[in-house]
């Protein structure tokens, strides 16, 4: 199907933004960081900064003085801009509609911090949460993101796993980057129109891993590596005009295959990015509606 009405406009915007005309620079991708685009957001109840582990982190908290699971964010970006302010709106939305408190992190980004920085600083926070003093549940955790912080977020579970823990009850990952493979279909075909691009996608790779983007390690692209058994289960959200779409619809395969119970939703008639938008795009709501019905049961 085309673009959803909807999504056409908000798509032609973002394709005005400097980042997305290029050149592309570290400076022109972090314009927009002090300006997040101005989606409508949900109430919370309790909502203060914090720090964990160093980082700079959020609260989200519907309901104060109660223990409730946690769901541990990681922002998207490129691993290179995004930040606390621009995933604000998401989060608010995810402990609304999951009746869980969420945790954002600011994790150091590249190119000043190249892999494996953003990755070890949310495994330190991560770590952190049982020691934080908040109202939190830390025998239920579940790590979500979007983009390069689902990247980020399915990453965490291969450390756990390969670390001994914490443990994580559930991944919910958000058109997440897994791979540094630019020839799947998706690229092909939704590597140039959608504001998110294959241009974009290799540029962001080089800022996070550097000469190793032909052979990145298993810890920077999940999908390359080669025992996913044990994982905890999943919620996979892809777009269809998406670059990004392929290799997240893959990885959920790949986790089938391996035993991980995995939910796989396409949405169709939108782009990347587009989860951020709610209140906007009804896409945006009935993807987290799904989601949220997946982490209360990967919590119950």
């Not at 982190?57 to 998207?76: C, Q, S």
């Amino acid at each position: 199907m085309p673009i959803h009405p909807a999504a056409a406009p908000i798509l032609e915007m973002m394709k005005q933004m400097p980042a997305a005309m290029g050149p592309f620079t570290v400076e022109a991708f972090r314009i927009g960081d002090a300006q997040p685009m101005p989606f409508p957001k949900a109430d919370v109840a309790e909502v203060r900064d914090l720090t964990l582990a160093g980082s700079p982190a959020r609260l989200y908290h519907p309901k104060p003085g109660e223990t409730l699971p946690v769901i541990f964010f990681l922002h998207g970006g490129g691993w290179v801009c995004g930040n606390i302010e621009t995933h604000d709106g998401l989060c608010r939305a995810l402990a609304a509609k999951a009746g869980c408190a969420v945790v954002s992190l600011d994790y150091p980004r590249a190119p000043e911090n190249p892999f494996p920085e953003p990755l070890e600083a949310s495994y330190r926070a991560l770590q952190a949460l049982p020691g934080a003093g908040l109202a939190i549940d830390t025998d239920r955790i579940a790590v979500a993101g979007d983009s390069a912080g689902g990247n980020l977020a399915a990453a965490l579970c291969l450390l756990a796993k390969d670390r001994g823990g914490p443990r994580i009850a559930h991944q919910l990952l958000i058109y997440p980057v897994l791979d540094a493979d630019f020839t799947r279909e998706s690229y092909t075909v939704n590597g140039t129109d959608y504001f998110l691009t294959g241009e974009m996608m290799r540029w962001f790779w080089r800022q996070y891993v550097g000469d190793a983007v032909d052979a990145p390690h298993a810890h920077a692209a999940p999908a390359r590596a080669t025992d996913l058994a044990g994982l905890p289960s999943a919620t996979i959200i892809t777009a269809e005009f998406d670059p990004l779409r392929d290799e997240g619809e893959a990885y959920a395969a790949q986790l089938k295959a391996a035993g991980v119970p995995v939910k796989l939703e396409r949405v169709a008639g939108v782009f990347h990015g587009f989860a951020s938008m709610t209140g906007v795009l009804p896409h945006a709501d009935e993807a987290l509606d799904l989601a949220a019905a997946d982490l209360q049961q990967a919590f119950a």
